[in-house]
């Protein structure tokens, strides 16, 4: 996915049976909600939509964003926007895992640009 803000690819859940995201639930007092939506760019870029999420052991009702028009194919992050996610991942072991897949999308489209 891509957005001109971030000079690349955005991240962006898609919907899949037996897929799973990992993250972080935070509670955003509904005043907030519409700050957050503008700064993520909801409703033109970003929809609010419902999900069960597991926390603590338990399913819960929550949101998230997802791209309203996603691309066909995933565009590798900025180094700006991949810093920021890679910052925020705690599990040592997920954040070399997602940092490698940023690599992989990066380096795939080095070689598209030399073709």
């Given at each position: 996915m891509s957005g001109a803000a971030r000079q690349g690819g955005v991240a962006n859940i898609e919907?899949?049976?037996g897929g799973a995201v990992r993250g972080v639930l935070w509670d955003v007092p509904d005043e907030e909600m519409i700050?957050?939506?503008r700064r993520e760019g909801a409703?033109?870029?970003y929809a609010r939509i419902p999900v069960k999420v597991k926390a603590?052991?338990?399913?819960?009702m929550a949101e998230t964003?997802?791209?309203?028009?996603?691309?066909p194919n995933e565009a590798?992050?900025?180094w700006e926007y991949a810093r920021l996610i890679l910052d925020g991942i705690a599990n040592p072991a997920y954040?070399?895992?997602?940092e490698e897949h940023i690599l992989a999308l990066m380096a795939r489209e080095e070689l598209m640009r030399c073709v």
């Open positions: 919907g899949g049976r700050a957050l939506d409703p033109r870029f603590d052991g338990r399913w819960v964003y997802q791209l309203v028009r996603p691309l590798a992050p900025s954040r070399k895992k997602v």
